[in-house]
């Protein structure tokens, strides 16, 4: 059974540094999306990832990915504070389930 | 075009009443899900549904039935409310792949 574990739990900034995320999963998956969910709201999705790249970019938003390691990770350049949010990993076990790793409360202090 | 729609906003019950948590969805998606979202635990999938008149269960089904009767909705029954069922639930649709739709979530209380 897939998992997906995810640290840090939460994670402080200062506006402009850098955010970077963590997450490690067992088994091999088709899609490692991100998802950032502000308060009250639903998650929704961020950025993902196919396991035969090693890096993506969008805007400030960049996902490595260690295929060996069975880790990739989020980093967050320049981060604001409307960034302030918590971000969940996920791995896609095809078109049906999603497995999501514990979440990390993001906040960006100016 | 509203998307994934949930109702109930918040909804307090009592230990071993009953309820149904709506979901629907307007864009034609196959796919659906219901999670729930507890404090430092992430998302847990409840129940998933590939197509109408097809459900299965997630990693975590004890204490909710499903039903998926048409494309658009696809309700949660809690038959016998418990305390370990205070959570935020959430409702999820996709088309293919990894992108799912969220809806905004429904707040249970059971006191």
């Given at each position: 059974q897939q998992?997906?574990?995810?640290?840090?739990?939460?994670?402080?900034?200062q506006k402009g540094g850098i955010s970077i995320i963590n997450c490690a999963y067992e088994n091999?998956?088709?899609?490692?999306?991100?998802?950032q969910q502000f308060p009250g709201k639903g998650p929704a999705l961020l950025i993902a990832i196919r396991p035969d790249v090693s890096e993506?970019?969008?805007?400030?938003f960049t996902i490595s990915f260690n295929k060996s390691a069975k880790q990739f990770s989020l980093h967050i350049m320049d981060s604001q504070p409307g960034d302030s949010a918590?971000?969940?990993?996920?791995?896609?076990?095809?078109?049906?389930?999603?497995?999501?790793?514990?979440?990390?409360?993001?906040?960006v202090f100016p | 075009n509203a998307g994934v729609t949930q109702?109930?906003?918040?909804?307090?019950?009592?230990?071993?009443?009953?309820?149904?948590?709506?979901?629907?969805?307007?864009?034609?998606?196959?796919?659906?899900?219901?999670?729930?979202?507890?404090?430092?635990m992430g998302l847990k999938l409840i129940y998933y549904s590939v197509g109408a008149g097809i459900t299965d269960k997630g990693e975590v089904p004890n204490g909710y039935n499903v039903?998926?009767?048409?494309?658009?909705?696809?309700?949660?029954?809690l038959e016998l409310a418990a305390p370990s069922q205070t959570s935020v639930y959430f409702c999820a649709s996709s088309g293919t792949g990894y992108e799912q739709y969220f809806g905004p979530g429904t707040r249970l209380t059971v006191t």
């Amino acid at each position: 059974q897939q998992q997906v574990k995810q640290s840090p739990q939460s994670l402080i900034v200062q506006k402009g540094g850098i955010s970077i995320i963590n997450c490690a999963y067992e088994n091999t998956a088709f899609d490692f999306p991100w998802y950032q969910q502000f308060p009250g709201k639903g998650p929704a999705l961020l950025i993902a990832i196919r396991p035969d790249v090693s890096e993506k970019k969008e805007g400030r938003f960049t996902i490595s990915f260690n295929k060996s390691a069975k880790q990739f990770s989020l980093h967050i350049m320049d981060s604001q504070p409307g960034d302030s949010a918590t971000y969940f990993c996920a791995a896609s076990q095809g078109t049906d389930k999603l497995i999501f790793g514990t979440g990390t409360r993001l906040q960006v202090f100016p | 075009n509203a998307g994934v729609t949930q109702t109930p906003k918040f909804r307090i019950l009592k230990i071993g009443q009953s309820m149904t948590l709506q979901c629907a969805q307007d864009m034609n998606h196959n796919y659906m899900y219901w999670y729930r979202q507890d404090p430092g635990m992430g998302l847990k999938l409840i129940y998933y549904s590939v197509g109408a008149g097809i459900t299965d269960k997630g990693e975590v089904p004890n204490g909710y039935n499903v039903s998926r009767s048409t494309t658009e909705d696809f309700p949660l029954r809690l038959e016998l409310a418990a305390p370990s069922q205070t959570s935020v639930y959430f409702c999820a649709s996709s088309g293919t792949g990894y992108e799912q739709y969220f809806g905004p979530g429904t707040r249970l209380t059971v006191t």
